[in-house]
Structures are given as C-alpha cells and as structure tokens.
C-alpha cells in the first residue's frame, strides 16, 4: 500500500534555531514528491516539487531535498512568521492519484 | 484572478440529511480533487477526476459521491451514509506538470458541522 510519513508531528522551535522536517515514502515508481505550507483554517499553499533522487530546491529559508525513500524540509534561522503546519505529499507514476502525509505542525516561538 | 472558489465556507446540518458542496475553477485545468481534513490531521482523498465526465475513488470514498459535468465544476455529495462527515473538506484542482507532476491549488475549504 503506498504510504507517506511525516516526522515529528509537531516541532517548537527558537527563532533562529535550524531544523529538518522528515517525509518518507514507499517505493513504487515516484512522478513528484511536494512540499505544502498550511495556514490554520485555510487551504494549502505549494511550496516545492522534487521529481528525483538528489533533487534540490531553496525559497527564502526553506530547502526541500530528496532520496530514493524520503525528502526533509530544512528551516535555516527559522521567524515566527513561519509558523504554521507543513505538509509533504506524493503522486506515483501509475496514476494522478496524490497522497498527502499527517503534517508536522511547526511553531516558532519569537 | 484565476482560482478556486469554494461554497458555502461554513455549513452546519442535521444527522441524517445530504449536503453538496459547490467547487468551481477558472484556472482551465483538467484535474480535480476533493479531500478531507480532520482537526491535527492531513489530507485524505475522496475523490479526483482527470477528465469531464469521469471520476476515481480516493482511499475514503464512502459515503459520498461526485459529479463531473464540467471541466470549471466539481460538487461533492455528503450522503446520509456518511458516518461521520463532521470534517474541513478541501477542493484543489491541477495541470499537468514537468514529468506528469501534478501541482495542486486548493480552495480556501468548507468547514461541515453535523449537529
């Protein structure tokens, strides 16, 4: 059954305190892996897509990397405003099918 | 501007009782997904459809049902059947990427209360 895992669920961090967000995957034939911000009580905002393994992709101080079975999300010197939930999820080459994983709800204390 | 609109925002109903939910698009693309949010949660798929007059389960399509009559429109039915459809439902529609990604856009959510 194809799966995606978020970790942690949730994360409090510092401002300025770096961290990673985790993403796994199962494997079976990856099209796009993508990176979402949500705002409570709105829609989902996209963030990134990485289609391959050793894919790279920077906005502002978020980096979204891949490997064959998982993606992170860095947050480099993380500000409040960057609080929210981040969402990861996968569309695999059978079908338009996309699942999202839980969500690692971030908060970022000034 | 092009986007998702999706109505009513807010929607309060009695057990027992159907209720649509309206999504509509102006952005021309041909993809089309409801899914579902429970409070803490993620997203979970209840329907998508690639082409108008079609349409594929998700993993929780029980208790409602679709229609894809226009490429613009995609209303979700909350059916009586629907054990528990207390939940924030999310509409999102996408075109066809590099590779065959499909990038999403949502809707801002309509927020189902069952009294």
């Known amino acids: 059954e194809d799966q995606v895992t978020q970790s942690p669920e949730a994360l409090r961090l510092q401002e300025g305190e770096s961290s990673s967000l985790n993403c796994s995957y199962t494997v079976s034939g990856l099209r796009g892996l993508f990176w979402y911000r949500q705002d409570p009580g709105k829609g989902p905002e996209f963030l990134f897509t990485?289609?391959?393994a050793g894919e790279e992709k920077e906005k502002e101080r978020l980096k979204a990397t891949l490997t064959k079975k998982e993606s992170f999300l860095h947050i480099t010197a993380p500000k409040p405003e960057d609080s929210a939930t981040y969402l990861c999820a996968v569309q695999y080459s059978s079908a338009s099918k996309i699942i999202f994983g839980s969500g690692t709800r971030l908060s970022i204390r000034p | 501007d092009g986007g998702i609109t999706q109505s009513p925002k807010y929607l309060f109903r009695k057990e027992g009782q159907n209720v649509t939910l309206s999504c509509e698009q102006n952005?021309?693309?041909?993809?089309m997904y409801w899914y579902r949010q429970d409070p803490g949660q993620g997203l979970r798929l209840i329907y998508y459809?690639?082409?108008?007059?079609?349409?594929q389960k998700g993993d929780i399509a029980e208790g409602y049902s679709v229609s894809r009559e226009k490429k613009e429109s995609f209303p979700l039915t909350v059916t009586s059947a629907q054990k528990n459809p207390t939940a924030f439902y999310l509409c999102?529609?996408?075109?066809?990427?590099?590779?065959?990604?499909?990038?999403?856009?949502f809707g801002a959510g309509s927020r189902l209360t069952v009294l």
């Open positions: 952005l021309n693309h041909d993809a």
């Open positions: 990485l289609y391959s």
């Open positions: 459809s690639q082409i108008v007059n079609d349409f």
């Open positions: 999102a529609s996408s075109k066809t990427g590099i590779s065959g990604a499909n990038v999403l856009t």
